[in-house]
């Protein structure tokens, strides 16, 4: 059964801390992503990688950054949190090669105070 | 503008109902489309693929309008589990890059 973990399901952190979001995949897939979900704004995407140590930007990649060291873990880091930060985190990845299927991740929910 | 947009809802609908939802697409260059599925405080899972020539899964129909940049969904013979939201997801310019709709939220009522 094919599987994306995110390492917290609820994360509660203050504005200015520096913040590390890890997500994993057990299913050798090249390209892994980084959403945020808002309500009323959908899922958006804030990076994605293709490979190891390739990343490119989304659409909303101000704030953030990332890190993409083996092929299955991406992390997403927030190098200085800030309130409107705070939102759903969602990882996916997908096989490389096309528009394929996205496997979601749980989810963080991350509050930033 | 936004890359894809939907109606919020929700559409409230008694079980055993035939309902349908739409979903307009900016970019006339995207080239794959997908419905997912979105359970209260649960991650998205893929519901079908859209292909041109329309697909069909059990009660669940795909439409795809070129022309008029729509995609839609048509569910039958609703069920009290189909309760959920409903996300039409764009592949963008770059093939691996999807757009994701914010949903329309679907209720089924006995």
């Known amino acids: 059964d094919v599987k994306v973990t995110q390492s917290s399901r609820y994360l509660v952190k203050r504005t200015g801390e520096k913040v590390f979001l890890e997500c994993v995949q057990d299913?050798?897939?090249?390209?892994m992503f980084w959403y945020r979900q808002d309500p009323g704004l959908g899922l958006r995407l804030i990076y994605f990688?293709?490979?190891?140590?390739?990343?490119e930007k989304g659409d909303i990649p101000e704030g953030y950054s990332v890190s993409r060291e083996k092929k299955e873990r991406f992390s997403l880091i927030l190098e200085s949190a800030s309130t409107n930060q705070t939102s759903m985190y969602l990882c996916?990845?997908?096989?490389?090669?096309?528009?394929?299927?996205?496997?979601f991740g749980p989810g963080t929910r991350l509050t930033v105070l | 503008r936004k890359e894809v947009e939907q109606d919020p809802g929700p559409f409230n609908v008694p079980e055993g109902a035939t309902v349908a939802f739409n979903c307009t697409y900016s970019?006339?260059?995207?080239?794959?489309f997908f419905w997912y599925r979105q359970d209260c405080r649960k991650e998205p899972k893929l519901l079908m693929s859209?292909?041109?020539s329309g697909n069909e899964d059990g009660r669940f129909t795909a439409q795809l309008n070129r022309a008029s940049q729509y995609i839609s969904l048509l569910i039958r013979d609703s069920k009290l589990s189909d309760s959920a939201t409903y996300l039409c997801?764009?592949?963008?310019?770059?093939?691996?890059?999807?757009?994701f709709g914010s949903g329309t939220k679907l209720n089924v009522k006995p």
């Open positions: 996916a990845s997908s096989l490389g090669n096309g528009p394929n299927e996205q496997f």
């Open positions: 299913m050798d897939h090249e390209n």
């Open positions: 990688s293709y490979d190891v140590k390739m990343k």
């Open positions: 970019n006339s260059a995207s080239q794959s």
């Open positions: 859209v292909y041109s």
């Open positions: 997801v764009v592949n963008g310019n770059n093939f691996n890059k999807f757009y």
